[in-house]
């Protein structure tokens, strides 16, 4: 999926999963569950080869539908080959196209503040 941001810069989603993570929970509030998720979400991502960004985790309760998008683009820097992110995101319904709810997202970030390069070893 080739998106664009407000900078111009292209961007191209290579990977998308869209969870309904509420819909999970056995025991608790939501309230309970996105205190833990704020505490478990940062180390899942810290998994990936990717940097990763989570937008707006301070909301006291999360929306029930997480979002997670690995992106790419043109290197921020010359001497490198691509910049990339993990981008994970909550959104309150899946009633948007796909495309629009990645977009929305891009929108709240600067990707040369929160992306990182990679070199062609590292891909």
Not at 7 to 15: A, D, E, F, K, L
Not at 46 to 75: G, H, K, M
Not at 93 to 109: E, F, W
Request: hydrophobic share 45%; charged share 15%.
């Amino acid at each position: 999926m080739k998106l664009q941001l407000a900078s111009g810069r292209i961007c191209y989603v290579t990977w998308i999963e869209l969870t309904a993570w509420a819909a999970n929970l056995l025991e608790g509030s939501r309230e309970d569950a996105s205190d833990r998720m704020r505490l478990t979400l940062p180390e899942t991502l810290a998994r990936s080869s990717f940097p990763s960004y989570i937008i707006d985790q301070a909301q006291p309760v999360f929306p029930p539908y997480q979002c997670l998008a690995a992106i790419r683009s043109t290197p921020i820097t010359a001497h490198n080959h691509t910049s990339e992110l993990l981008l994970a995101w909550f959104v309150h319904t899946l009633d948007l196209p796909v495309p629009v709810l990645v977009q929305q997202a891009l929108d709240q970030i600067i990707w040369e503040q929160t992306a990182q390069d990679t070199t062609i070893d590292e891909i």
